[in-house]
């Protein structure tokens, strides 16, 4: 499983940078912290639909994908506790998952 502690797509190398600056996190898989990775701008394409949180339009778009996220094992069959916590600047994320992993 990979998940995102803070993640920006910035219109500049910079935006990234500066979103990084200072930045932090970690997710616990049943109360055991996973690995962090930091990924520094990168340029990326998406496609986006009307509405969606993280652009201002539709249609084929780009930027500089940044962040910080965490990598754990899969999980075994069972529940299990997941929870995300990071922050930069003001931006502030605080997530906790109760999964249920099914065998198969």
């Known amino acids: ?4 502690l803070v ?3 910035g219109q500049t ?4 940078s500066a979103f990084l600056k200072g930045a932090s996190g970690k ?5 055991k912290a996973a690995r962090t990775l930091r990924w520094n701008a990168v340029p990326i394409e998406f496609d986006a639909v009307d509405d ?3 652009s201002t339009g539709a249609g084929s ?3 500089y994908g940044c962040g910080l996220w965490a990598s754990v094992r899969p999980l075994t069959p069972g529940k299990h506790k997941i ?5 930069t600047g003001r931006f502030r994320v ?6 249920t992993v099914s065998a198969g």
């Open 83 to 87: 929870s995300i916590r990071g922050r």
């Open 52 to 54: 969606n949180p993280v």
């Open 27 to 31: 997710l616990t898989a049943d109360g």
């Open 7 to 9: 993640n920006l797509v």
């Open 13 to 16: 190398k910079k935006d990234c």
């Open 61 to 63: 778009l780009g930027g």
């Open 94 to 99: 605080m997530v906790d998952y109760a999964l």
């Open 1 to 4: 499983m990979v998940a995102p």
